[in-house]
């Protein structure tokens, strides 16, 4: 997930797809049909792209981030999306969340930390 903090604030949410050296890691992706995953590869680096307008929605001038995300965040000027499943383009939410319980994560250099392993978004 990136908060683009440029004109306009956007959130992207979105699925890398996986390396070709790592099948395990590839993801299914399923829309309108829980039964039949859609194809997650193809021609299209971007895959399925999905665009909520901020129309009609309250602008927030910043969003509360659960401090429980902190071990998963960082701050760049750049950045580009690699070749993904799906990208979700959604209006800055009010805050970003999570329920349950954290999972306790070692990164390679050896530090714990903690991962949320879902998000609440709340958009008015």
């Known amino acids: 997930m990136v908060l683009q903090n440029n004109k306009p604030n ?8 996986a390396e070709q050296d790592q099948p395990d890691l590839a993801h299914d992706f399923f829309f309108n049909d829980p039964a039949t995953p859609k194809p997650a590869v193809g021609k299209d680096p971007a ?8 129309e009609g929605l309250r602008s927030y001038p910043e969003t509360y981030i659960n401090p429980g995300f902190a071990d998963f965040t960082a701050y760049t000027q750049k950045w580009r ?7 979700i383009e959604l209006p800055f939410p ?20 903690l991962m949320p392993t879902n998000y609440i978004w709340s958009i008015t």
């Open 81 to 87: 999306l690699t070749d993904r499943v799906v990208t």
């Open 94 to 113: 009010n805050s970003i969340n999570f329920s349950g319980r954290p999972l306790h994560v070692e990164f390679a250099s050896g530090r714990p930390g």
């Open 47 to 54: 895959g399925y792209h999905f665009h909520l307008s901020g």
């Open 10 to 17: 956007r959130l992207v949410a979105f699925v890398p797809r």
